[in-house]
Nanobody, 129 residues
Framework: QLQLVESGGGLAQAGGSLRLSCAAS????????MGWFRQAPGKEREFVTT????????YYADSVKGRFTISRDNAKNTVYLQMNSLKPEDTAVYYC??????????????????????WGQGTQVTVSS
């Protein structure tokens, strides 16, 4: 079982940057793919990005590709989300998630919140125009 705690959210101006962290406690962190999802008021939770258990593969939503970068440090049981060129539409609660996936899992599964086993409590990101 994993416990996930996000940090690093806050207020940023459009065009600015924030870095989110997600610290995991529990066993076998390095076995899990780690993802970030976000949920804006009145909207469904949406996929942002995921990194494979080894860190060798990454997936991004089209809306953040080229602006956000996910990384992980398995020695520190931590996953990061570097967010650059922020836009007001990036405003949301950002959630860290952990999932166990087969090696050749379909991309539709990686994008699905229901496929992840553990979730953090979320951290608010607000981008002002």
């Amino acid at each position: 079982q994993l416990q996930l705690v996000e940090s690093g959210g806050g207020l940023a101006q459009a065009g600015g940057s924030l870095r989110l962290s997600c610290a995991a406690s529990g066993r076998a962190f390095s076995s899990y793919a780690m993802g970030w999802f976000r949920q804006a008021p009145g909207k469904e939770r949406e996929f942002v990005t995921t990194i494979t258990s080894s860190g060798g593969g990454t997936y991004y939503a089209d809306s953040v590709k080229g602006r956000f970068t996910i990384s992980r440090d398995n020695a520190k049981n931590t996953v990061y989300l570097q967010m650059n060129s922020l836009k007001p539409e990036d405003t949301a609660v950002y959630y860290c998630a952990a999932g166990l996936f087969a090696r050749r899992v379909p991309i539709t599964i990686i994008h699905s919140a229901g496929a992840y086993n553990y979730w953090g409590q979320g951290t608010q990101v607000t981008v002002s125009s």
